[in-house]
């Protein structure tokens, strides 16, 4: 029965026999160009004309005010919540649908990550269920919101654009304003994708990309953190930078730093993959165009497509089965078959480190993990 979507992944493809996989880096830019030049300056390390070329290429493509390139995806997010104010014992609101990087994050800055349900449509943070869950669960006191049930501050909200598809962030954001919770977007999947006009990662203080092999653009690994905030800015560069204070010859650091910076080698081949950002997302679109149209004509399987005012960069397509056991019966096809499909990450409150956490009810993201299905994305190759 899925027979036909194999054709049609064969096709997209140009790929009659062996295996399909889900999503692999294309390197047909100034990629060979820009690492080797980097080689020949023998400026490989965190300093570096390139390094500061991403920081101005990220501003052009998302519009934020700054950005501070960063080592990966995960050590962005580290970051980002150190400088929203995350202290020891917080809690911090995020999705259990995420890749385990968001938690983690979390856990780095000695806070807990406290789980609220998705958007069956985004398959990202629901505004309403969390304002509904906000006003049972929270109180402000003293202008910091606090979890009345734990007595513990809940002091941001990271949120994710799963698969390079938006949330509805602008109301997550009147949300987190309301209760006085400092916004930072997890935007690692969804680097080109907007909302309403306005690049994911925007809305909040702080939003963070990966550059991570398996993402849109990629620089092996890599990563940035975008802000309109002056203040915000200059202690991301500081503290990515082991809070050392610039002097010609004297080492002096007046706070605990971090080794977070990228180096200038990765930032090389980041700068001639951002270049092609534009090419890849129009292929990108155009694939889950083809996928949309062939999807409507199969029954029990359906595409998850961008909600309405949005533009997504499809990083990854998400398919829909009807169930867990067709889920699974369409895994294995497809597997058979040689073509790669994933279903989504194992949800955060199943996993042992967390499954203490607290949580709103997660009947969304039970539903979404059960059903939703990853299928071959990759960028097709133009020389
Ligand atoms: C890839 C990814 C990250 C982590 O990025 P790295 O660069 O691999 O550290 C974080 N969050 C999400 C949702 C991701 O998909």
Known sequence: MYSSLVDLIRSIYNTPQGYISLHEPRFFGNEKKYVLDCIDSTFVSSSGKYVDRVGELICEITGAKYAVPIVNG???????????????????????????????????????????DVDRETMGMSPTLLKNYLREIAEIRTGSCYNKKT??????????????????????????????????????????????????GRFGKMGTFSFNGNKTVTSGGGGAIITDDATIATQLKHLSTQAKIPHKYEYNHDQIGYNYRIPNINAALACAQLEQLDAFVKDKREIAETYHHHLEKLTGISSIKEISSSFSNYWLNAVMLNSRQKRDEFLEYMSSKDIMVRPVWNLMNHLEMFKQSPSSSLENSEFLADRVVNIPSSVRIKK
Not at 170 to 191: P, Q, T
């Open 74 to 116: 995960t050590c962005a997010l580290h970051l980002s919540l150190v400088v929203a104010g995350v202290k020891r014992d917080d809690e911090v609101l995020t999705q259990p649908l995420t890749f385990v990087a968001t938690s983690n994050a979390i856990s780095y800055t000695g806070a807990t990550p406290h789980f609220v």
């Open 151 to 200: 007595g513990k501050r809940i002091s941001a909200c990271l949120p994710m654009h799963s698969f390079g598809l938006p949330l509805f962030i602008d109301d997550l954001a009147e949300v987190c304003a309301e209760f006085n919770i400092v916004l930072i977007e997890d935007a690692a999947e969804s680097i080109g994708t907007t909302y309403k006009g306005k690049h994911t």
